[in-house]
């Protein structure tokens, strides 16, 4: 089973009060309904604006990200992006999202971008050269409310996104 079902678990709890068992409801996460590209970098045929839609949004947006790597400095340098993710409650997130040549080493998805991004401002990882009172400066400074988008990272449902990592320290 995937971290987004929303089928019913077959563990049930017990309801004391009421002496018998109810089954568990697995939390019914918001999904992706749009997400916009802006390339924003690069040859001046390779930028432009993409609008992917629908259930598949994710997986055809991540589609043109890898196919526009190929085209993305293998210098070590990077293509700038805009990308706008609308989900089906209408939150918004916009973020900039950075193209690198597969020939790096350095690619990573667009769901792996905002998963470390909110990750990060939730504090459930914060990079090991980084120190906690670092973090806490950062935060303050940006007014970013880690509780808020400790409760994005589990209501949002973005690929590979687990609600029920801890606190680490990337390596």
Known sequence: MNDFSDEESTQPFADHKHNHFKPLKRQTHCK??????????????????????????????????????????????????????T???????????????????????????????????????IPSMISHARWQTYIRELHIDPMLWAKRCDQYAVPGLKTDEGVRREQ
């Open 32 to 85: 992706a309904i749009k997400i916009t590209v802006h390339r924003v970098e690069g040859q001046i045929v390779d930028c432009e604006r993409l609008v992917f839609t629908g259930e598949n949004c994710w997986r055809e947006a991540e589609g043109f990200l890898y196919v526009s790597a190929f085209a993305a400095p293998s210098n070590g340098g990077y293509d700038k992006c805009d990308v706008s993710i």
């Open 87 to 125: 989900f089906e409650d209408r939150f918004v997130f916009q973020t900039r999202y950075d193209i690198v040549h597969h020939n790096t080493g350095k690619f990573e998805s667009l769901a792996t971008a905002v998963k470390r991004e909110w990750q990060f401002k939730a504090g459930r990882s």
